[in-house]
């Protein structure tokens, strides 16, 4: 049972390192940074409370 807990653990990091990896690559750059623009590509609250 020791060993498939050990075995687990180590899949687990190499997955996580793996994502890590992935949304860190240099092929991510130009989707992270429109995510990160995304919040102020919205309308703002106040502009819609004003028009109705």
Same mark, same amino acid.
């Given at each position: 049972?020791?060993f498939?807990?050990?075995?687990?653990?180590?899949?687990?990091? &190499?997955?996580? #390192?793996?994502?890590?990896?992935?949304a860190? %690559?240099?092929?991510?750059?130009?989707?992270n940074?429109?995510?990160? &623009?995304?919040? #102020?590509?919205l309308?703002?609250?106040?502009? %819609?409370?004003l028009k109705?």
């Open positions: 049972m020791a498939l807990n050990g075995l687990m653990t180590i899949v687990s990091m &190499a997955v996580f #390192f793996g994502i890590v990896w992935w860190w %690559s240099k092929g991510r750059v130009k989707d940074q429109e995510a990160a &623009a995304l919040p #102020f590509s309308p703002d609250e106040e502009d %819609s409370d109705n």
